[in-house]
């Protein structure tokens, strides 16, 4: 049973636009979710967390949307840029720890 | 700050062989956690140690173990490697805050198995 769903295995964005990644999970019990982005032959990076009783953080070009009711999280990247092509795992977190998410590919095209 | 270091970085074995991947934490970080992240799954949480002590265990075999010593560093063991086992093995390691609700994790390299 996958906890965590990340639907799109890839989303190509023009440059200079909004990047939107999506993220679904079943487990009612996390407290808090994470958004971690990685590049090839790197470990994955923190970007943005919000817990789950919020319903927004923002951070620079970053903003995380949660939507508890859905159990659905996204990710808004504005404006996109060309170093943000990289692969972007969501997870949920709690007293067990981290569930990821597989992953969406996000291309940046000029 | 170092950040986390994982080795060896590459390693090629063979189906039976045993192997052990080390783990350096951030200095001041005492929990450390060890993912298997593999095209088709993703990453997967394999276990987090604290203090030494296993805290959390993900749903894999007994196959995969590990440990923590007292200056927070981990190792992680496969034995009896299968070909299934190939993937980038990572470690993350967080500042504890006495509840798991904000802990960040910071990722090492990753280490990437290879079983023929």
């Known amino acids: 049973d996958q906890q965590v769903k990340q639907n799109s295995p890839s989303l190509s964005v023009q440059e200079g636009r909004i990047s939107i990644l999506n993220c679904d999970y079943t487990n009612s019990m996390f407290d808090y979710f994470l958004w971690y982005k990685k590049y090839p032959a790197e470990g994955p990076t923190f970007l943005i967390s919000i817990s789950s009783i919020k319903d927004k953080n923002e951070d620079g070009r970053f903003t995380v949307f949660l939507n508890k009711s859905a159990k659905h999280l996204s990710l808004h990247i504005v404006p996109s840029q060309p170093g943000d092509s990289a692969v972007y795992f969501c997870a949920g977190g709690g007293a067990d720890g981290l569930t990821f998410g597989k992953g969406t590919h996000l291309i940046i095209q000029p | ?116």
């Open chain 2, 1 to 116: 700050k170092a950040g986390v270091t994982q080795t060896p970085r590459y390693l090629i074995k063979t189906r039976g062989q045993q192997v052990t991947l080390s783990c350096s934490p951030i200095s001041g970080h005492r929990s450390v956690s060890w993912y298997q992240q593999t095209p088709g799954q993703g990453l997967q949480f394999l276990f987090e140690y604290f203090s030494e002590t296993q805290r959390n265990k993900g749903n894999f075999p007994g196959r995969f173990s590990g440990r923590q010593f007292s200056n927070s560093r981990s190792e992680m063991n496969v034995s009896t490697l299968e070909l299934g086992d190939s993937a980038l093995y990572l470690c993350a390691s967080s500042k504890p805050s006495g509840r798991a609700k904000t802990d960040t994790q910071y990722f090492g390299p990753g280490t990437r198995l290879t079983v023929l």
